[in-house]
């Protein structure tokens, strides 16, 4: 079975390759066809020139407002934009597609956290930092796909009507200084202003509780615009997307459970302003 999730995992992987290697061909066809070089096509679009390159090489993924500029700008005829969704699934890693899909259609979103601060709720610095410990190393250009993706994701809450996030976060992971002293005082930073948004709640499980009902490790709970309520659960790169409504309820009890064993939010920003000042 692993052998077969590991070739699985290849292949889907393989595919989202020759995905960005043909959006690139296809982008460098319209360029040429328009008359313009990479640097001119850069200057219009807002890029570089070694930035169109990348595009164009399948070794960068284009952003979808990249794509949708691109397209106007190349006279394209919607081709360009006809791949924007493959291409913005071929941002992330192949264990996360599935739940990055659902997510974008969530209208209410709750996230238990044990390992990191939730990659919704990272800044730029810290995911980068993150995405450079991984192990097996990620390439370069790796991470930087990684962290654009996790900053897409962030347009959610920029969203209206404005989804319901919730976040339950171990307080292990604010003691954790990731990517050193500059970056976890932007993260913890980020983390109240986050807090403060009217549509967000942000609780810290705290380190002196005798009770705890998530001790079998970090989830991710989901209902979409259709009334679906998923669940997603994530380890060691293995993923699983839960529809089953059994198993769903089951995290759903436990993440009530959560809720009222931690911190309240308003106690929680508070200790994250209390380490802050002692930081």
């Not at 976060?169 to 913890?188: D, F, K, N, S, T």
């Not at 807090?195 to 079998?216: D, T």
């Not at 059994?246 to 994250?272: C, D, H, N």
């Amino acid at each position: 079975m692993e052998e077969q999730r590991q070739q699985a995992d290849g292949q889907e992987q393989e595919a989202s390759t020759g995905i960005l290697h043909v959006f690139g061909r296809q982008l460098k066809l319209c360029r040429e066809r328009a008359g313009l070089d990479r640097a001119e096509l850069g200057s219009r679009a807002g890029y570089s020139a070694s930035t169109i390159a990348s595009f164009e090489q399948g070794r960068r993924i284009p952003p979808a407002k990249f794509i949708d500029n691109a397209d106007e700008l190349l006279d394209a005829g919607g081709l360009l934009k006809a791949g924007k969704e493959e291409v913005a699934r071929a941002q992330y890693p192949a264990f996360f597609r599935d739940a990055a899909r659902l997510e974008a259609q969530a209208v209410e979103l709750h996230v238990y956290g044990t390992r990191a601060v939730p990659g919704l709720l990272q800044t730029e610095e810290y995911a980068r930092a993150v995405c450079a410990m991984w192990r097996p190393l990620l390439d370069a250009e790796v991470i930087e796909q990684r962290v654009t993706a996790r900053m897409a994701r962030k347009g959610i809450f920029a969203r209206r009507p404005a989804p319901h996030l919730t976040f339950v976060i171990e307080e292990a992971v604010l003691h954790r200084p990731l990517g050193g002293e500059a970056v976890w005082r932007g993260q913890m930073e980020h983390l109240l202003l986050a807090g403060e948004q009217r549509n967000v709640e942000i609780q810290v499980m705290p380190l002196s509780r005798k009770e705890h009902a998530g001790l079998a490790g970090p989830f991710t709970l989901m209902e979409t615009k259709d009334e679906r309520r998923i669940a997603y659960t994530e380890v060691q790169g293995d993923s699983h997307v839960h529809t089953e409504r059994g198993k769903v309820r089951e995290l759903e009890t436990a993440y009530g459970s959560l809720r009222a064993q931690a911190l309240t939010p308003a106690e929680s920003l508070s200790l994250i302003e209390k380490l802050l000042g002692e930081g």
